[in-house]
């Protein structure tokens, strides 16, 4: 079991920047492909980005690429999602999320633990 805890969400203005982490529990994280995806106000959860258990092998939502990067540290057991050129169009809740697979999957159902989420609001 993988419990997994993020972090970082907050209020900005359009064009800042923000960092999220998502910290995870067990000696499995470096074996675990990881992923970030959100869910706006009245909307479906979708993809934001996915990273294999390397970091070797990343995937961005074109809605995303350019703006934002995720990384991820074994060592420490925390994956980070850097945020910046945020746009309103970016609020929602992030969730991150991991798969015991070690490779990248930009789909939601391939994933088998879920954080409890962490808001950012952007402001125009």
């Known amino acids: 079991q993988v419990q997994l805890v993020e972090s970082g969400g907050g209020l900005v203005q359009a064009g800042g920047s923000l960092r999220l982490s998502c910290a995870a529990s067990g000696r499995t994280f470096s074996t675990y492909a990881m992923g970030w995806f959100r869910q706006a106000p009245g909307k479906e959860r979708e993809f934001v980005t996915t990273i294999n258990w390397s970091g070797s092998s990343t995937y961005y939502a074109d809605s995303v690429k350019g703006r934002f990067t995720i990384s991820r540290d074994n060592a420490k057991n925390t994956l980070y999602l850097q945020m910046n050129s945020l746009k309103p169009e970016d609020t929602a809740v992030y969730y991150c999320?991991?798969?015991?697979?070690?490779?990248?999957?930009?789909?939601?159902?391939?994933?088998?633990?879920w954080g409890q989420g962490t808001q950012v609001t952007v402001s125009s």
């Open positions: 999320a991991a798969r015991r697979v070690a490779s990248a999957n930009i789909v939601e159902y391939a994933y088998d633990y």
